[in-house]
Structure formats: C-alpha cells, structure tokens
C-alpha cells in the first residue's frame, strides 16, 4: 500500500472510485439483490450526500465505503487502492487509516471522557500514550470542546456528544468522513450546528460522505446521491448549498419536509 | 506483531472496565480467590506437617539403621528360632565395612524405676558408648560411658529428660543413685531433650551399659538389635544388603526362604513418609483443581456476559480499526486481570491464614513455600487465558455491521 502511495501523488486521485459494484446477500433459498452495479467517483475535498428510503442499498453502500463489507464483485478503490480483495484484518487496518465514522447514535464509550474517547481509533495504530493525548485534545479542540476533555459522555448535551464523536472520527487524519445520519438524534438547530461544522471541515478540505434520508441534510452538501432499489437514480450538484443560518432555511426544510413525506407516502402504499 | 497486540492499552482498558464493575469484578474472582486461598493453605498446612515430621525422623539419627530379629511373614514350619545375639552384633561390627558405628541394643521397658521415695517406669536402653553417636543422643550434664563402664558393666546410667522431669529432680541427680529392677545404678549423666512427636517421647529413658542389660532381662539375650550409623547416606543400601548377606549366612538361611529379621533405616522411614506426605499434597491439589475450575467457569460466565453487554462497543472499535486480534487481546487481558488479582488476593488470604495459624503456640510453624505462590498465580493467570477463551473469540469473531446494529 506504501508504494501506491509513492506513485501516485493523494491529491490527484479520487477518494472513493466504484465500478460496477454489485452486492448478493444470501436470505434462505433466495439471493437479495441490495446493490445492482454502482458506478461513482467522489474527488478529494467533496462533501457529498447519499439519499435514499430505507432498502434502497444505502446501509450496504456505506458499509462497503466503510470497509466494514466487501462488495460481491466490482472494483472499489479507497484512495487508490484496490480494497475489494482484502482480508478482514486488512480491511481493520485500512478502516482504521483512511475512514473516519460518525454514527447517529454518537457510539461514545460511556465509562470514558470525551478525551479518551477522542484516543480510541489511535490504540490501533500504535501510537504513544503520550502522542494520543496529544492529538485527541487538538481534535476536541477543533471541534470546539477543549473544555470538556475530562467530561463524560452522560455530562455532555446532544450536539456536544456529536461533535465529540467527530473529534473521534478526525482525530487519525483520515482520507474519508462517513457520516450516517449525523443529525438523527439531534434537534434540528442543533443538527444545523453539526451541519456546520461539516461545512467548516470541508471547507478545510476534508473529504466527508453523509448518508441521510433528510432533504435538509443533503440540501447542505455540495453534491447528492439518491439511491433507490441498489441503484443510483441521480446524481447532481446541488445549487443553494451556500443557504446558512436561519430564516432563508425554513422554506425548503418545509418544501423538503413535503416530499419527504410524500416519499414515505408512496412507500407506503407500494 | 505479536497475537496480543498492545499490552499497555489493553491493560488500562481492562482496568478501567474492571474498575467500573468492581462488584460485579468481586463475584467473578471470588471462586478464584477460595480456589487459591485453599492452595497456599492446604499445600503449607501439609508442608509445615511434613517439615515437622521430618525434623523428629531427622531425631532418630542421621544415616541410622536397625536389624531386629522377626519371623518371616510367611512362617515357614522348618524356620527354627528366630535368634540375634552378641555374637550376631560382633558378626556386623567387623564383617559390615559401610558402617561407622555399630552398637547392640536391648529395648525394654521397665516398671520399676525407684528414687527416693518415688516409684515409676520408663524405658530402659541396654547399650554401649556408641549408642549416643548413632542415635544422636547429647549429654546435657555430666558424662557419657566410658570404655571402662561398658566393658566391666559399671552399675552407671544415664536419665532422659522425661525421667529427670517425672522423678522432680534437676540436675543435682547427677552423682547420686537410684534403683533400676532393685539394682542400684549411679547417675553419671543427663541426657539432652529430643523432644516429641504426637505423644511419642524419645525423652522416655535410660541409657544402661549393655551386659547389665543382659544381665537385669535374660530372656532379651537373643532378641537383641543391632543399631549401627552407615559412612554416609550413599553406602545406606549398601550397608544393609551386606548385613542382609552376613546374617542370612550367618543363620543358615537357604536361598529359597525369607529372612529372619528385619532392617529399617532412618532415611527409609523419611523417605516413606514423604511419599505418603506427597500423596496427601497431590490429592489435595486435585481438590483445589476442581474449585479452579468452577471458578474459571464463573469467569468464563461473567466474560461472556461482558461481550454481549458491549456488543456496540465492539463494533465500534472494529469501525475505528481494531483488527480480530485486538478484541482478542482485549476480552483475554481482561479475563487474565480478573482471575490475576483472584490470585493475589487468595494468596494474602491463605498467606495470612497461615500467618495467623503459627502463632497458636500447639501448631506446627506453617511456612508459605514460595512455589505454592508461584502455582496459585500461575494456576490463576492460566485459568483467565483457557476459560477467557471462548468469551474473547466470541467477541474477536462478531461481524461489525452486526455489531453496531445491536440494541
């Protein structure tokens, strides 16, 4: 993996390229179809939204971008790298360096301050204790909680627990941000505030994925996704992605709220 | 990297997540902490014994040996009279090269042991000067035979501490009479105590010249046992088969009988009861086996409980790269910790216990050997890896996807 590295130079490579990427999982008799060839290529410093209903194939895509699921043929390359092959304790590692999580319920430790939360993902890299401390506290600090390092996650609000949780996943410099519905359990101007700093950390060139089936979500990226049946349905920039703050916001979280809605409806109904 | 990566992360990480748990953390090793305690206790209780025993074997005399003469066990019709006598002891003394010593002896005890006005019995031991040598005897007062006593049967003895302490008198004794079987015998010396063993005194005594012997119990003059006190502790067995050969020869046993008397020697009776010591210690350790193994099993138990509580835990440390063999290390350092301090803390306990139980002024000094330690913290640390085992696997083996889904 070194060697890829040498020659290709990181900027100039997409983070994520998927060819054909198909997934079969095996229910009883029957093979279920999650993912039928997905094509899709998201460059360095993109902030990109994947949509989609529930059973459209988004959980298995992000597991397969979270090489936490290997896909059933196609080619995946993580930041130039061919990781459809590799063997579970390669995958740990290559999870471990290049993605950052960011999980809707938070996933912090409860019997563990925010600062050694922050630590966890560079135990498994080696680094020294000392080293750990050091880059968890310039993480909290990125995130805006250096003065709640030594508090625990039951004495931290919503919005902190999930910026402590960013930390986490910011904290090893990874290629890749994956974020499943971040804002989930959050209220919404408190996700708004999550959403910003996504917003501050691309802005910053970091690479982010949000998996959302909120419109308001997606409508904050640059770039959405939809996914429906383990295919992608569209794929486009989006336009108003500069709308911050307040009042401007609450049309198309309306308008948004709409369809979303009639989604669920049609759902239903089929 | 080696199987168990990352021993320090992992260390604090079971710390902490014992910590956290302390009561729960204080059940589990419980059985692990009665196993050991029991250990140390039982494997000193018996070593301390054992120590106990050997020191009064050790008492009889170093390297020390007895023939006696005995029917053999299957009494055969055509045997004749079991006989040993002078004759037999002077056969030894010239024609046995391995011994040092050699002294005859005739045991008896005696029911009329008078001084003053005070009546009493006591073991009379008809010998001669070297008796003290073999038998390891000290003189506390006085002197012992001389050459010159044993040879013209002076009417002298020697009293052991019992007899000095039963007739109520001390050391002035010394110089003075008393009458043995209406014989008047002078004290010439007082022996050193040797102590006892379960209410068999060695102290029970006195030491008269042999022919007095002879002549006070007639009847013993061919029933005598030679004792005698081999080079050393590597000419033990040889000494005894070459007294084997001579008496056999000298009673005229044929090759297809038994012999008509019997030898024991002092390092064979140690030796006998070691074995039997062993025994008991190896017993007792599979009884302590078996309540390693229920605590282990309360480990195992516990530890599997712990991987399905932190289920989400797990899938979430495998998200941020923690490989198979990380959540290994992890559980395994875990269930090792727990059962570790079941250790520790059953060693102080059986270690205190042990302590406490010497002071009792009638106990036998129990001493904590160090491998008893050893063994209960290596017993204890192996118990976590093989009943840790399966809860680790279990954890090391979960699917993260899975994992993380789990309510």
Request: proline content about 4%; charged content about 20%.
């Amino acid at each position: 993996m070194k060697t890829n590295f040498a020659t290709i130079p990181h900027e100039t490579m997409p983070v994520i390229r998927l060819e054909s990427i198909r997934k079969t999982y095996q229910m009883g008799p029957t093979d279920v179809e999650a993912l039928i060839g997905i094509d899709m290529t998201i460059e360095n410093g993109e902030l990109v939204a994947i949509m989609g209903p529930s059973g459209s194939g988004k959980s298995t895509l992000l597991n397969i971008l979270g090489c936490l699921d290997v896909p059933t043929s196609g080619l995946f390359e993580l930041a130039g790298r061919n990781v459809s092959l590799l063997s579970q304790s390669e995958l740990s590692l290559e999870r471990g360096r290049r993605i950052g999580f960011v999980f809707q319920s938070f996933e912090l430790l409860g019997r563990r301050t925010a600062l050694e939360n922050v630590e966890l993902p560079l135990i498994y890299h080696g680094h020294s204790r000392s080293d750990r401390r050091r880059r968890a506290a310039l993480a909290l600090d990125r995130v805006g909680l250096s003065g709640r390092a030594h508090h625990m996650p039951n004495q931290l609000s919503g919005g902190q627990r999930q910026r402590v949780a960013i930390a986490r996943a910011l904290v090893h410099q990874p290629s890749l941000i994956l974020a499943d519905e971040p804002t989930g359990n959050l209220d919404t101007s408190t996700g708004l505030e999550i959403l910003d700093l996504f917003d501050e950390l691309n802005s910053e060139g970091q690479t982010i994925v949000i998996v959302t089936h909120e419109p308001e979500v997606a409508e904050r990226c640059r770039r959405v996704i939809k996914i429906r049946d383990g295919r992608i349905i569209s794929d486009q920039p989006v336009s108003k992605y500069n709308l911050k703050g307040n009042s401007t916001d609450i049309f198309p979280i309306c308008h948004n709220n709409i369809i979303h809605g009639l989604e669920n409806g049609a759902k239903s109904i089929k | 990297m080696s199987l168990l990566s990352r021993p320090a992360a992992n260390i604090e990480n079971a710390v902490t997540q014992l910590i956290s748990h302390a009561t729960r953390s204080g059940l589990t090793i419980l059985g692990i902490v009665i196993a050991v305690a029991s250990t140390i206790i039982m494997v000193s209780a018996v070593g301390g014994f054992t120590d106990y025993v050997s020191d009064f074997f050790q008492t009889f005399g170093t390297n020390a040996l007895w023939v006696w003469p005995e029917k053999p066990s299957d009494d055969a019709p055509s045997q004749g009279r079991i006989v040993m006598n002078e004759a037999d002891v002077k056969a030894v003394t010239d024609g046995v090269p391995s011994l040092r010593y050699v002294s005859p002896l005739i045991r008896r005890q005696s029911q009329s042991i008078q001084h003053e006005s005070r009546q009493l019995t006591g073991w009379i031991e008809a010998t001669d000067s070297q008796y003290l040598t073999i038998r390891d005897f000290k003189i506390m007062t006085g002197r012992a035979f001389s050459p010159i006593d044993i040879e013209r049967g002076h009417h002298v003895c020697l009293l052991g501490a019992d007899i000095v302490r039963r007739m109520g008198v001390g050391e002035e004794i010394v110089g003075n009479s008393i009458q043995i079987e209406g014989r008047k015998f002078r004290v010439i010396g007082l022996l050193s105590p040797k102590g006892a063993f379960m209410g068999v005194t060695q102290d029970d005594v006195i030491h008269i010249p042999f022919r007095l012997g002879l002549k006070l119990y007639p009847s013993m003059k061919e029933a005598v046992v030679i004792t005698g006190q081999a080079n050393s502790d590597h000419v033990i067995n040889e000494a005894k088969s070459q007294i084997v050969r001579l008496l056999r020869r000298r009673h005229g046993i044929g090759p297809d009988r038994e012999d008509d008397f019997r030898i024991a020697s002092q390092d064979e009776v140690l030796a006998t009861f070691k074995k039997i010591s062993l025994g008991a210690t190896v017993t007792l350790a599979g009884v302590v086996g078996i309540s390693l193994l229920v605590g282990g099993i309360g480990i195992m138990n516990v530890m599997l409980v712990s991987v399905t509580e932190r289920t989400r835990e797990i899938g979430l440390r495998k998200a941020l790269g923690a490989r198979r063999r990380d959540i290994l290390g992890q559980f395994l350092t875990e269930a090792v910790l727990l059962s570790l301090m079941g250790g520790m803390i059953g060693t102080l306990i059986g270690w205190g216990c042990c302590q406490i139980a010497s002071r009792h002024p009638k106990m036998v000094p129990v001493n904590v050997p160090w491998w008893a330690i050893a063994l209960g913290f290596g017993v204890s640390a192996a118990t976590g890896v093989l009943f840790g085992m399966i809860p680790a696997v279990k954890a090391a083996l979960l699917n993260p996807i899975d994992a993380l889904r789990h309510e």
